[in-house]
C-alpha cells in the first residue's frame, strides 16, 4: 500500500464549477500555471506514481478569506467519488467561535479522517490556548492532525509560527494526540528529527518544498542534512511519503524516495504502514 499523507484537491474538476471560485483557489494558494484535473487525470498520475490512495487536504481561512479554500464537504463528496482511492481530511479556522462544533462534525457527520491546521498561514503558534477546544476534540476522536511547519510559499504566510521547536509543547503535553510535522519542517529539518525522536506521537512527511530536483533535494536532506541512518534505524517508524501535490509532482518525488538506499523494510514502512498508523487503520 502506497500512501500520499499530503496532497490538496484545490484543483479537482468535481469541485470546481464555479469560475470565481477557482480563480480565488490560484490567488489564495498562488498556484497560477495549472488548470483544473479531472478525476480519471488524477488517476491516470496515481498508477504512474504507484499511488494506491491519497489523502486530500482542505484549507479553512475564513478569518482572512472570508470562507474556506476548501471545504470539509467539498473533500467529503471528493471521497465519496473514490472511497478507494481517496482519505479525506478535514481544516477549520481555529479563530471561529464554533471551531470545535465544525470539527466535531467534520469527524461524527462526515467521517473524515484527521485535521489539517497551517499555523503559519491561520497565524498561531501550536500551543496557543485558543487551540486547546479543538484538540480536545481530535482527542476525544483519536484523530491525528497535519500542521504545515517550515517554509510556506503560500501568501501571507509567517515561518515563526511553524519551526518545529514550536510543536514540542503540544507533544509532551498531548503524549496521545498523534501530530505530523508536514515538509520534514524545512529548512530545520534536525529540530524535526529531534522532536521525532524525543516524543513518539510526532510524524513527518516527506512533502518539502524543493526548488527545482526532486531528486537532488531529497538526496541533500536525507543523506546529509540528515544521515541516512538516522532514519533507516532510530525513525522509521514516523516518516510518511507526502508531495504537496499539485504544487511538486507526485511522480518525481515518489522516485526520488526509492533512490535513497533505504532498507526495503523502511520503504514500506515511509510509503504506507506508517500512514496507516498514524491514520488509526484505512
Known amino acids: 500500500m502506497f500512501i500520499d499523507i ?3 484537491p484545490a484543483f479537482y474538476d468535481p469541485i470546481n464549477g464555479d469560475e470565481a471560485v477557482e480563480e480565488m483557489r490560484h490567488s489564495a494558494l498562488d498556484i497560477h500555471k495549472n488548470g483544473t484535473a479531472p478525476l480519471e487525470h488524477i488517476f491516470n498520475q496515481m498508477r504512474c506514481a504507484g499511488l494506491d490512495r491519497l489523502c486530500l487536504l482542505p484549507e479553512d481561512y475564513t478569518t482572512e478569506l472570508g470562507r474556506p479554500v476548501v471545504t470539509n464537504e467539498e473533500v467529503k463528496a471528493l471521497v465519496d467519488l473514490a472511497p478507494d482511492k481517496f482519505i479525506g481530511f478535514a481544516s477549520v479556522d481555529p479563530f471561529l467561535p464554533d471551531a470545535a462544533q465544525r470539527l466535531e462534525h467534520a469527524f461524527g457527520d462526515l467521517g473524515l479522517k484527521g485535521l489539517k491546521l497551517h499555523p503559519s498561514r491561520q497565524h498561531f503558534y501550536p500551543c496557543d490556548e485558543r487551540l486547546n477546544a479543538v484538540y480536545d476534540v481530535c482527542e476525544a476522536y483519536k484523530k ?13 504566510t509567517l515561518t515563526k509560527y511553524s519551526r518545529p521547536t514550536e510543536f514540542e509543547e503540544l507533544a509532551a503535553t498531548r503524549p496521545g ?4 510535522l508536514a515538509h520534514f519542517g524545512w529548512p530545520w529539518v534536525q529540530e524535526t528529527a529531534m522532536l521525532m525522536l524525543k516524543y513518539p506521537n510526532v510524524y513527518a512527511d516527506t512533502g ?12 541533500r536532506v536525507f543523506t546529509q542534512d540528515l544521515p541516512a541512518t538516522w532514519i533507516d534505524r532510530s525513525l ?4 510518511m511519503f507526502g508531495s ?5 509532482e507526485q511522480i518525481r518525488m515518489a522516485d526520488a524516495i526509492g533512490k ?3 532498507r526495503e523494510s523502511t ?3 515511509i510509503k504506507g504502514e506508517n500512514a496507516i498508523e498514524f491514520l488509526g487503520g484505512l
Open 208 to 219: 518539502i518544498l524543493y526548488f527545482d530536483n526532486a531528486w537532488e533535494f531529497y538526496r
Open 260 to 262: 535513497l538506499g533505504f
Open 236 to 239: 522509521r517508524h514516523q516518516v
Open 6 to 8: 499530503h496532497v490538496h
Open 244 to 248: 504537496n501535490n499539485p504544487r511538486f
Open 267 to 269: 520503504l514500506e514502512l
Open 177 to 180: 494526540l498523534k501530530i505530523c
Open 144 to 156: 491525528p492532525i497535519i500542521f504545515h511547519s517550515g517554509l510556506s510559499w503560500e501568501p501571507n
